[in-house]
């Protein structure tokens, strides 16, 4: 482990925040510039809730990347939420990367990203993601037009989920670091609590499994964390669902569904935690979770009206 104290004169820290609309690929790209995965990634629209930080390295300068939510019109409370630490976390660093998806193209979401970087005169550097999946006529054109507001410093054309072009991404984004001293551990590769990154791998196969029966208003929450003699740790969590229906979907028939959700989340918390897991899960019918101020403080987003 690097002494935090012992700078040299070739250390470089930058924080980069990466902001977008729901689905751009933000989580897949934050896990492929740190080299580990460090969030969650599905199908869902609006996986991702809260600010994630990612450390990744390269050569002698440490990035610091804060995944957000993406960034789209908000009409129920933990969207606003979601939206104001996405914005929050643009403020907090030193360079924006606003990442859209290529195929999508410029969506109502994209426009409103882009107009309030414009009104906010707060630079950003273009990530196009997903330029596996259209023409090259095409991508060039949304270049040009994307462009033309004056918002970008530089423009990057990449697939995050192959890793084409994140190496040259990153090499720039290194580039930009101020000097001074690292502020992470050299091998810390996230700042999320275990407690709240098993909550998310949960939460993560949930979705995998049932993105097309469940809102994306469903979300787990660790209740209890007890480390034992031998190890292991045994973990208890309850997964909130708004109805009863939706409570029935979770379990399955004679208990199948959560047994396999809780048989792939251990599964992928023993690699993590590098430990034997004992994991119990429950299921509770909470209506209104999304209005309790204490779920939006483990989460790490501010209650707003």
Known sequence: MTDLTAATDDMRCGFYAIIGAPNAGKSTLLNSLVGAKVAIVTHKVQTTRTRIT???????????FIDTPGIFEPKRRLDRAMVSAAWQGAEDAETTVLMIDAKKGITDDVKRIVESLQENNHKAILVLNK???IKRETLLALTQELNESGVFSGTFMISALKGNGVHDLKAHLASLAP???????????????????????TRE????????????????????????????????????????????IVIGKSGSMLKTIGQMAREEMEEAFDCRVHLFLHVRVSERWADDRSVYQDMGLEFVD
């Not at 990612?54 to 610091?64: A, L, N, S, Y």
């Not at 000097?179 to 407690?195: A, L």
């Open 54 to 64: 990612g450390i990744g390295m390269f050569e002698d300068t440490q990035m610091v």
């Open 131 to 133: 330029i596996d999946l």
């Open 179 to 201: 000097k001074g001293p690292w502020m992470y551990p050299e091998d810390q590769i996230s700042d999320v609590t275990m407690r709240n990154l098993a909550a998310e791998i």
């Open 205 to 248: 196969k949930v979705f995998l499994r049932l993105h097309e029966e469940l809102p994306y208003a469903t979300t787990v929450e660790t209740e209890k964390w007890e480390e034992r003699k031998d190890g292991s740790v045994k973990i208890e969590q309850v997964i909130h669902v708004l109805r009863d229906t939706q409570k029935g």
